[in-house]
């Protein structure tokens, strides 16, 4: 229920809010100047301003007959409210503010001065550890020869509380209207400055106060930019005979141009090596590329601001620039975001600023991979015309095609395909990952994972190979020697093996080779626990039977006794894991629907090891043009078949 009190008070705040209200009456060429001088005049935004067409202003005919807009304007009651409530704010910071003033040690000042008949008195409070006003001091100073009567017991009060930086009437003195201080004000010829110059007064004459001042610069037309802090300075410390600014125009402010905020370098000589937390640097990684992906904010235009007017000092408009445009720098693969202003990517890749513009540049051009150009991380493809040196790393997002060799080096692409048009140098170090395939000349004693097909045009030599779908030879010499080669549907190539032995060759087809891999894996941690559990069973049974010699045990052994049966249950619990995950993978493998083959148009060497579904067939003996397949539960060897090339598309460029 609303309460009579309730409303009273309710109207009492709207009251108080109306009354806080301010307008002027502005004359200007235009609707827009006349909001912009009121602006300037009531200190707010446009945006919080209302106003009232007192007369409609004309634009005459060629200039002539002109007429301006006469046009009041006030504050909306809700900017007034926003206004105090930040003002209201700032009030509490400053009384923190001047808390830490306090801490600083600080003198208490007065100031004794005669304005008209009266004596006048000002005092300053002391700060932290400074020493107050003395009464006798501010006596001392305020009797003099034509004092008529002071109220000491006011000043006393005055000197412990202070006067609020105010002047306080504590006397009289006789005053003799003659030797009153003079003053002049002096307006600047273009209205920016005035000055004020005041003579200094004789004995019983008065001092210049601050009102006086004020009223005269009004008495000259100033109504705008007067500096109540310099009249009260100087009020306080008088300079006599010398002009002393008291009054200053508000300066037009030209709005700031528009300009760009780039979020990252645009200068590639800046580009700095990364240091490890140890403040360790790896030369390799030089830093060099930029990677953005799709829809990341790039830069972001910063519009151009309004200039804030300013007014002389008798309230003439003084007219501000506004900042200047700019052109957004669109280059290729880069777009303007919904808010109109931010560049965001339009396509993974290397963000670089070249010809004033920003580019994003899907595809990185290299001439080779060396010192030069450290390791290579990039969202995108990564085109090396020469070679991939020994010992630097190239990682991509779609292809990496190589022009020459590769050497001791790791690739690693995401989703794309490599190629290398020449070989794969390896030396048992080199490692090649794709989540495509890979295209290469030849591959010698490196590590090769990929999620597709594996085409080789002329050997793979001691390499570990996997392929989830097929390793396909299909050149001249198609040559498969030594090392051990893994893949779901088949193998095949003119040669496997080599004559007399030789490096052991072993190919597995019919399975996913990582689902095997992982089985191998299970099974060695499996043995490495049934180790352990049977040391600590062991250990177990000597502690309990030294326990019921002894009836107790030490408490380090007792301990030790504990911890042992907890790692009994935790090796138990970790055994039934892996047991359980061993069972999914056997029936996964169990329902993989491809047998596998492996297939060979030339010759497969005695000593070779085919593993087909996990069955072996050791070739004991030379066989020619054949195709090793699963059959009954048994490895069967039969005709040569040709390699299943349907779904195998060459990469655009690459003839193997």
């Known amino acids: 229920m609303v309460t009579l009190e309730q409303i009273r008070k309710d109207m009492e705040a709207q009251f108080a809010l109306d009354s806080a209200i301010q ?40 200039g002539l ?91 006393k009060k005055l000197s412990k509380s202070g006067t609020d930086n105010k002047y306080e009437v504590v006397g009289q003195y006789k005053h003799v209207p003659a030797g009153d201080a003079l003053l002049v004000i ?36 100033v109504v705008a930019g007067i500096e109540d802090d310099k009249i009260t300075e100087f009020v306080d410390n008088p300079v006599y005979n010398v002009p002393c600014e008291v009054a200053a125009a508000i300066k037009p402010q030209d709005g700031r141009d528009a300009y760009m905020v780039y979020h990252f370098e645009t200068d590639p000589t800046k580009l ?92 990185l ?53 490599i190629i290398v048009s020449q070989g794969i140098f390896g030396h048992d170090v080199g490692v090649i990952q794709a989540g495509g395939s890979l295209w290469a000349k030849f591959i010698q004693s490196a590590k090769v994972e990929v999620e597709k097909f594996v085409i080789v045009s002329d050997s793979i030599m001691n390499s570990e190979v996997t392929a989830m779908k097929r ?19 088949e193998i095949c190539a003119k040669n496997i093996g080599s004559p007399g ?5 072993i190919l597995e087809v019919g399975f996913d080779p990582r689902l095997k891999q992982r089985l191998a894996e299970i099974q060695d941690e499996q043995n490495s626990l049934m180790r352990e559990l049977e040391d600590t069973e062991n250990n177990i049974v000597t502690l309990e039977n030294f326990k019921k010699q002894r009836r107790t045990l030490p408490k380090e052994k007792e301990d030790t006794l504990n911890n042992l049966k907890n790692r009994k249950q935790e090796i138990v619990v970790k055994s039934e894991e892996y047991a359980s995950e061993v ?11 491809i047998f596998g083959k492996v297939k060979a148009f030339g010759t497969v060497y005695s000593g070779v090891k085919i593993y087909v579904r996990d069955v072996v067939d050791e070739v004991r003996a030379d066989v020619k043009s054949v195709t090793f397949f699963f059959e009954n539960g048994f490895v069967r060897r039969g005709k040569y078949e040709e390699p299943d090339m349907t779904d195998v598309k060459a990469p655009e460029g690459y003839s193997s």
Request: hydrophobic share 35%.
């Open 583 to 593: 069972e999914q993978i056997l029936q996964r493998l169990h329902e993989l629907k």
């Open 501 to 505: 032995g030789g490096a052991e060759t």
């Open 365 to 417: 051009e290299l001439d080779a991979v060396n010192i030069k150009t450290g390791n290579i991380d990039f969202l995108g493809t990564v085109i090396v015309k020469g070679n991939v040196e020994d010992g630097y790393d190239v990682k991509a997002s779609g292809n990496i095609e190589v022009g020459g060799t590769v050497g001791q080096s790791h690739l690693k692409t995401e989703n794309g395909d």
């Open 23 to 62: 307008s002027v009456e502005v004359n200007a060429d235009t609707l827009d100047e006349a909001l912009a001088d009121g602006a300037v005049q009531l200190d707010s935004k446009v945006s919080n301003l209302e106003y009232e067409i007192i007369e409609k202003g004309s634009d005459g005919f060629l």
């Open 65 to 155: 007959a002109k007429k301006p807009w006469k046009v009041r304007i006030y504050q909306t009651a809700e900017a007034i409210a926003k206004k105090k409530k930040v003002m209201a704010d700032a009030d509490f910071d400053t009384e923190h503010f001047d808390e830490e003033i306090k801490s600083i040690d600080q003198d208490g000042m007065f100031y004794i001065r005669h304005f008209g008949d009266n004596i006048c008195l000002k005092v300053t409070l002391p700060c932290g550890k400074g020493r107050p006003v003395e009464l006798r001091q501010i006596v001392s100073e305020a009797k003099r020869t034509d004092t008529l009567s002071l109220d000491e017991d006011l000043i």
């Open 272 to 363: 700095r090596i990364k240091e490890s937390k140890s403040g360790n640097v790896n030369f390799k990684e030089l830093n060099q590329i930029q990677n953005v992906v799709k829809g990341q904010p790039l830069a972001q235009k910063m519009p151009p601001e309004r200039g804030k007017a300013g007014k002389t000092l008798t309230g003439r408009y003084l007219e501000a620039k506004n900042g200047k445009d700019i052109r957004i720098p669109l280059g290729k693969n880069v777009e303007i975001d919904k808010d109109g202003v931010t560049i965001i990517a339009s396509e993974n890749g290397r963000v670089v600023f070249e010809s004033e513009r920003i580019n994003v540049e899907p595809v």
């Open 186 to 221: 002096d307006v600047s010829k273009d209205e920016m400055l005035a000055t004020v110059t005041v003579t200094p007064p004789s004995l019983s004459g008065a001092e210049v106060s601050a009102e006086q001042i004020i009223r005269n610069l009004e008495i000259q037309g």
């Open 471 to 489: 390793v396909i030879l299909n050149g001249k010499k198609a040559q498969i020697t030594g090392g051990h080669l893994f893949a779901t549907e």
